[in-house]
């Protein structure tokens, strides 16, 4: 914690530390050490896809994203999906960052369009022969639509034809729902971590 408090940037008050591996390989010394600094504990699993990812057939227009107009989407619909303090700053931030790694193809991010209107998303990061996905969003207003299954099938597909052979998908253990929509697409439960997490405010 010392050491990332000597990283951080004046002003910066959201604080994430992940450990590879299952919470109960974890100490009660650093359980303690968590809850000392006030921080919430959450067991990530990465799932992974070495098979054809299947999502059910959807109206929705699904391209990877073409310009400025999406990145705006982008940000409007990740304020829409999670409201915490701060959040536009790092948007903000955050933003263009991915848009320097797409440009060098570090990169690459998808959409979901009903009418022009993004209403899910999600980015991939290629690493060889495994490709990693990146902060799915689903619009609220339609979720439970097939409109994040479809971006991520759209995403396989094209990362396959560029040679990945593996998908890997972190998703929060305590996320049935997500899970299980994850599974129906042809994921399966892989390497465990542990995030230690203490949002602003």
């Known amino acids: 914690m010392a050491r990332a408090r000597a990283a951080a940037a004046p002003g910066v008050a959201h604080v994430a530390v992940v450990f590879d591996g299952a919470l109960d390989a974890l100490s009660a010394e650093v359980i303690a050490a968590f809850e000392a600094e006030g921080l919430q504990r959450e067991e990530l699993i990465a799932m992974t896809s070495t098979t054809e990812v299947h999502a059910p057939t959807t109206r929705f227009d699904v391209r990877p994203f073409a310009g400025d107009d999406d990145w705006a989407a982008l940000r409007e619909l990740s304020l829409l999906c999670d409201d915490q303090p701060g959040l536009a700053v790092y948007l903000d931030g955050w933003i263009p960052s991915r848009r320097t790694c797409i440009a060098a193809g570090q990169a690459r991010w998808w959409g979901a369009f009903d009418g022009g209107r993004l209403i899910a998303s999600a980015g991939v990061v290629p690493l060889g022969a495994?490709?990693?996905?990146?902060?799915v969003q689903t619009h609220p207003d339609v979720r439970r639509q097939g409109a994040a299954s479809a971006v991520l099938a759209a995403i396989a597909a094209d990362e396959r034809a560029r040679g990945a052979t593996t998908l890997v998908i972190v998703v929060a253990a305590d996320n049935p729902p997500a899970r299980a929509a994850y599974r129906r697409?042809?994921?399966?439960?892989?390497?465990?971590?542990?995030?230690?997490?203490?949002?602003?405010g």
């Open 130 to 135: 495994v490709a990693r996905y990146q902060d």
């Open 185 to 200: 697409l042809g994921f399966v439960d892989g390497d465990r971590a542990v995030q230690a997490l203490r949002r602003p």
